[in-house]
């Protein structure tokens, strides 16, 4: 079983910054994909940023050049590092784990809120 616990969550003004943290147990993280979506009140869950196991990313348009994501295999651990942050990037923020030609073995964190005043 894996377990992903997210960090880092919190209130920030427009402009600030943030550093989301998840981490994962197990040993299967080296082998998977690694994402953080979100999801606002009232809408759907999307993908923000998403990094491979050789650390080649995916970013949505509308965090491009704001955001980072970003892997380290030894600590098992996945960043999003949030800069210029908007109000509108208020959301749950959620870690997933996809294990490579698994498709079916998918993980979610317990998501942590960030919250962005204007």
């Known amino acids: 079983q894996v377990h992903l616990v997210e960090s880092g969550g919190g209130k920030v003004q427009a402009g600030g910054s943030l550093r989301l943290s998840c981490a994962a147990s197990?040993?299967?993280?080296?082998?998977?994909?690694m994402g953080w979506y979100r999801q606002a009140s009232g809408e759907q869950r999307e993908l923000v940023a998403s990094?491979?196991?050789?650390?080649?990313?995916n970013y949505a348009d509308s965090v491009k050049g704001r955001f980072t994501i970003s892997r380290d295999n030894a600590k098992n651990t996945v960043y999003l590092q949030m800069n210029s942050l908007k109000p509108e990037d208020t959301a749950v923020y959620y870690c997933?784990?996809?294990?490579?030609?698994?498709?079916?073995?998918?993980?979610w964190g317990q998501g942590t809120q960030v919250t962005v005043s204007s």
């Open positions: 997933q784990l996809r294990v490579v030609n698994f498709p079916k073995n998918v993980y």
């Open positions: 197990g040993s299967i993280f080296s082998v998977s994909v």
């Open positions: 990094v491979t196991t050789d650390s080649s990313t």
